[in-house]
């Protein structure tokens, strides 16, 4: 249901560790064109993948009362190792908002595999959560997948700095996927949400490696068909009223979220540089 209420017209707040949260939030768009968006990349911090959890935890909380602060009616954790991180913080702290995570699609992953080999591409903070682990149990208690798990460190580093196809970077995707390849995977989870911007390119080391068919998977889409279902039980879905904006913040330059607005999402916004206290 639709609501017309003044908090329905409040912006979702999205955000990620950097860049790659915007994978997710171009889902958001896609799926719910009449949101206003919050998207704060904490790219002067990044990468969250290889921090402590606390540190991350921490950070993550900060970065959400900066969006509540800006009026967010909603909050989307862009970011698998800020989910893992942080997510049971967030709802603690903010019990009656809307809070969306992102999560490696084992289960997806499980039900699409045809040999039952799964190859997880994440960060380290990720593939060592708890939740993860706890994830990885349940799914394996469900289905006979055999997870084949890759901390990616470095990964979002380059994506980070806009190399989505440079020799270093498919150096480096060559060095995590490649093993996987070899090891008989039919399936690769896209655990961080930087990954999907270099699909392209882990496609073409599948086809010059593999010559079989791989399946790639990526839950940006679920996260934004499960922010349309909570957003519509709380009635804050906001109703098609003029044209909806997206308003970036970043902790490191305005221009480089500028130019990730551009190259990654094909869209110029208006961007501001934001400090955490
Ligand atoms: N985009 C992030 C994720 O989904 C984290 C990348 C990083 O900062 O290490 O896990």
Do not use: W
Not at 157 to 163: A, M, P, S, W
């Amino acid at each position: 249901m639709i609501s017309s209420s003044s908090s329905a017209d409040a912006p979702v707040g999205i955000f990620d560790s950097g860049v790659g949260g915007l994978s997710v939030l171009r889902h958001i768009r896609s799926l719910l064109p009449n949101e206003h968006l919050l998207y704060f990349a904490d790219s002067g911090f990044a990468p969250y993948g290889d921090k402590p959890e606390q540190v991350v935890a921490e950070r993550s909380l900060a970065i959400a009362r900066f969006l509540v602060a800006h009026g967010a009616k909603a909050l989307v954790v862009a970011c698998n190792t800020a989910t893992v991180a942080a997510i049971r913080l967030l709802r603690e702290h903010y019990p009656d908002m809307p809070i969306v995570g992102v999560e490696p699609g084992l289960k997806p992953a499980a039900a699409v595999s045809r040999n039952g080999k799964v190859g997880v591409l994440a960060t380290d903070g990720t593939l060592c959560g708890e939740k993860f682990r706890l994830l990885m149990e349940q799914v394996s208690a469900s289905s006979s997948a055999e997870f084949l798990l890759r901390g990616c460190t470095g990964l979002a580093d380059q994506i980070e700095l806009g190399e989505l196809g440079s020799e270093a970077t498919i150096s480096l995707l060559e060095r995590y996927v490649a093993p996987l390849l070899d090891q008989g995977a039919d399936t690769l989870v896209l655990g961080c949400t930087h990954y999907p911007f270099v699909q392209s390119a882990i496609e073409d080391i599948v086809r010059r490696h593999a010559g079989r068919e791989v399946a790639l998977i990526d839950t940006g889409d679920a996260v934004a068909r499960q922010l349309e279902r909570l957003l519509a039980a709380a009635s804050l879905l906001r109703a098609p009223d003029g044209a909806a904006s997206l308003t970036g913040y970043t902790s490191a330059s305005a221009a480089t979220l500028r130019a990730a607005f551009d190259n990654l999402l094909g869209y110029a916004g208006a961007v501001e540089e934001a400090e955490l206290p």
